[in-house]
């Protein structure tokens, strides 16, 4: 339990050490503690952009946050703390506890008695119940010549209106409610049932023979027969358990159920598939930005072309093209990744940057080779003063409108691989439509 409380209290030291860390404004409010966490912590291992974001790492977190704090309450639900005595039920049936005992602790399944009820009137068949008692006293005995365990002795056989009293000769040994008590010694028992169906009584008897008992080896199987010996008194509805071993306090407890292993675990397991989710919309969104960079390459280069051939210059033409699209911004247009790429290029020549290393910088932050193609075109102008560069720019746009048909065609033929499913899907409804109406109208 503690250490579920432990990784949660840490979680929150971190997300409170983090809280200055900056993270994107499209992050939800509530998203943003464990992103500035998970962004701070991939800055300081040096992974950030890598294989993993910020964001990515923050969903991880956010879900192990949570699967401590759901972990804790489970595993102090599961410690229900330390317990006197054993509470008696309908049937028998089999407890396993935890003995603690001088600092040691001992897993020890202990068999508890059925509490014993005062026989009732019960309808019932006499030769059937004799049959089911043969076959149902041994209770996972091999036979009664070789009884080593507790005998299945009901008051009612089940299914059937009887009751049963039941006496032995040796009570000490096998008592009425087929508790066996074992000595170093074989011994011989005569087992009685007295058998009552309404006003009709008949006995049956059977002779049992008990095997010695195995000495106890260990503490625990010592404790084990301590606590089992406290079932003399059976008429009570709770099992006393001893508090003591040779002089040593004994503490019994349940053992914990393995619920709060197990919410942790699959709160773990959440983040990593958030995680892996995070990673996969990160893959679409830079498609995403590749598709609409090279949409928006062939306006681009055919603007700079008109641009320069009306007697601008490359710079200016760049800050003509950057301008324009503020204004289209400040109108309500869609955010253009090439566009803020360009715009980006313009302030770093406005604050000093060289008008070559600006270019260089374009063709670097552009993931497609066609921006590095234009970047290149440009710096070399300015180095070697290539005249025809003008030319250059119209075959680079003529080429660019050619890539965009071929990409438009591929994108449309995907579209096309999409819809063959539900195109499968609505032939199959209307054969459906067609044949079962037919199918009918025969009487097949």
Not at 98 to 118: D, T
Not at 354 to 360: G, N, T
Request: charged share 30%; hydrophobic share 40%.
């Amino acid at each position: 339990m503690w250490i579920y409380g432990c990784i949660f209290l840490v979680l929150c030291g971190f997300l409170i050490i983090t809280r200055g860390e900056k993270v994107e404004d499209s992050c939800k409010r509530v998203e943003r503690p464990f992103v500035r966490a998970g962004s701070w912590f991939c800055r300081k291992a040096g992974i950030e952009g890598r294989w993993i974001r910020g964001r990515e790492a923050g969903y991880f977190l956010a879900a192990v946050w949570l699967g401590s704090f759901l972990g804790f309450f489970a595993a102090a639900g599961e410690s229900r703390g330390e317990i006197k005595t054993l509470e008696r039920r309908e049937q028998d049936y089999e407890e396993t506890l935890e003995a603690r005992v001088g600092g040691e602790v001992f897993e020890i399944p202990l068999q508890v008695s059925a509490q014993v009820y005062e026989p009732g009137k019960i309808e019932e068949y006499l030769e059937e119940a004799e049959e089911r008692l043969d076959r149902d006293i041994l209770k996972g005995n091999t036979s009664l010549s070789q009884v080593t365990g507790d005998l299945y002795l009901p008051e009612q056989v089940e299914g059937l209106p009887v009751t049963v009293s039941w006496y032995t000769d040796h009570p000490e040994i096998l008592d009425w409610t087929g508790r066996v008590e074992r000595s170093e010694q074989k011994q011989q028992v005569l087992l009685q049932a007295e058998l009552i169906c309404q006003e009709e009584k008949r006995q049956k008897t059977w002779e049992v023979t008990v095997l010695p008992a195995e000495k106890a080896e260990g503490i625990d199987g010592r404790l084990k027969e301590e606590a089992e010996k406290g079932q003399e008194n059976k008429t009570g509805n709770t099992l006393l358990l001893p508090e003591s071993y040779e002089g040593q306090k004994v503490e019994w407890r349940r053992p914990e159920e393995g619920t709060a292993v197990a919410v942790f675990g699959i709160a773990v397991l959440l983040g990593i598939l958030l995680m892996a989710s995070g990673l996969q919309e990160r893959k679409k969104e830079q498609e995403m930005r590749e598709r609409q960079m090279m949409a928006d390459y062939p306006e681009i280069v055919n603007q700079l072309a008109l641009l320069l051939s009306a007697g601008l210059s490359a710079r200016r033409a760049f800050a003509r093209l950057s301008a324009d699209y503020q204004m289209r911004r400040k109108r309500g247009a869609k955010a253009r990744y090439a566009y803020d790429a360009l715009t980006l290029c313009c302030r770093e020549m406005e604050q000093g940057v060289p008008e070559a290393a600006a270019y260089e910088h374009l063709g670097g932050s552009c993931p497609l080779a066609a921006y590095k193609t234009l970047a290149t075109l440009l710096v070399q102008n300015l180095r070697k003063g290539n005249r025809h560069l003008l030319e250059l720019l119209e075959q680079e746009s003529a080429q660019a409108f050619d890539d965009r048909k071929r990409q438009a065609k591929i994108l449309g033929e995907e579209a096309g691989t999409k819809l063959l499913f539900p195109m499968i899907l609505l032939l199959g409804i209307i054969f459906v439509i067609i044949l079962v109406p037919a199918w009918m109208s025969f009487g097949l």
